[in-house]
Nanobody, 117 residues
């Protein structure tokens, strides 16, 4: 079992920054990949950024050069640094952990990011 708890969301003006955090607990050693997803009102959930098993990082095109995904050495916390935020970044942001051995995804409850003037 893996538990995920997001924090750091809020209201920010266009061009501003936020740092989202995800506290990871449970069977951390079993996690194959971690990621941030987001879901805007009326839209499907989409992958924002991920760190896969070889340590490589991947971003969706719309956030490249603006968002940075990282995790601490112990794997206890996952971060998403979001800079130069745009109104279209408004969404609930979810932390995700994938356990390859079980083919299971674990999700946090999400944190709301609102970009508005």
């Amino acid at each position: 079992q893996v538990q995920l708890v997001e924090s750091g969301g809020g209201l920010v003006q266009p061009g501003g920054s936020l740092r989202l955090s995800c506290a990871v607990s449970g069977s951390i050693f079993s996690i194959t990949a971690v990621a941030w997803y987001r879901q805007a009102p009326g839209k499907q959930r989409e992958l924002v950024a991920s760190i896969v098993s070889d340590g490589s990082k991947h971003y969706r095109d719309s956030v490249k050069d603006r968002f940075t995904i990282s995790r601490d050495n112990a794997g206890n916390t996952l971060y998403l640094q979001a800079d130069s935020l745009k109104p279209e970044d408004t969404a609930v942001y979810y932390c995700n952990a994938f356990v390859g051995q079980l083919n299971m995804n674990y999700w946090g409850k999400g944190t709301l990011v609102t970009v508005s003037s």
